[in-house]
């Protein structure tokens, strides 16, 4: 993988990280379940090359922060400057929600999306190194703390970033709450714990820090 005008696209890896938008809620039915409400989602697909065919029962969620502060500060969640990072890079992500609660599809469940990276679990050596096989990836808009975020932004660049802006958003919270209740139902492989919905950083700590002390896991019932 080359890199390309330097530092700066380094900086901006490090962060990251459907259908049209519908009204009504629309239900399809589920293997060994009456009824799945479908999640209202906006198709953002990568290229095929960004993602490979699903071999294995998807067991795991995680969840992620992206943005593009390395690159622009002021405008930290430009969706197309995300998008570009993950499609130049060979990098993907299932599902981005954004500020609004807007949720779009990057990449179909049925495929394997690059977003974990290396890591391990507790008392699972069968995911180590490999949990893009098993899981799906779900990226919010958000920024962490300035701990959290030193190893991928310096803090001056931080430091410029509208401390409003850092967080998640109550919009954030109900469409991920949303959007995982649906995955579970209709992926009956995926337990609903926090042993198997699990954030980047359990998975890889010391290396990332996503989706970090400012996410409040209470809020989507966990």
Not at 42 to 59: F, G, Q
Not at 60 to 68: A, E, G, Q, R
Not at 94 to 104: A, N, P, S, T, V
Not at 175 to 193: A, E, V, W, Y
Request: hydrophobic share 35%; aromatic share 10%.
């Amino acid at each position: 993988m080359k890199w390309r005008n330097g530092t700066i696209y380094l900086l901006a890896l490090g962060l990251l990280f459907g259908c049209s938008k519908q009204d009504k809620v629309e239900t399809v039915e589920v293997k060994g379940v009456a009824e799945v409400e479908v999640i209202p989602t906006i198709e953002k697909a990568l290229p095929p090359e960004n993602s490979k065919e699903r071999t294995e029962d998807i067991t795991h969620l995680m969840i992620h922060f992206t943005s593009n502060a390395a690159v622009n500060p002021k405008d930290p969640y430009n969706l197309d400057d995300v998008y570009f990072i993950f499609k130049e890079y060979g990098l993907s992500v299932h599902y981005i929600i954004d500020r609004d609660g807007q949720i779009f599809n990057l990449v179909p469940e049925n495929r394997v999306a690059y977003h974990a990276g290396k890591g391990s679990l507790p008392n699972l050596p069968g995911y180590e190194n490999k949990l893009n096989e098993f899981s799906i990836g779900i990226e919010l808009l958000a920024i962490g703390t300035k701990e959290e975020m030193l190893s991928m932004i310096p803090e001056d660049t931080y430091n410029e970033i509208d401390t409003s802006l850092t967080g998640y958003t109550d919009a954030q919270y109900e469409s991920l709450h949303r959007l995982i209740t649906n995955i579970i139902q209709r992926n009956p492989t995926i337990k609903n714990d926090r042993q198997h919905i699990i954030g980047h950083d359990e998975y890889a700590p010391g290396r990332k820090t996503d989706p970090g002390s400012l996410f409040d896991w209470k809020r989507i019932g966990y």
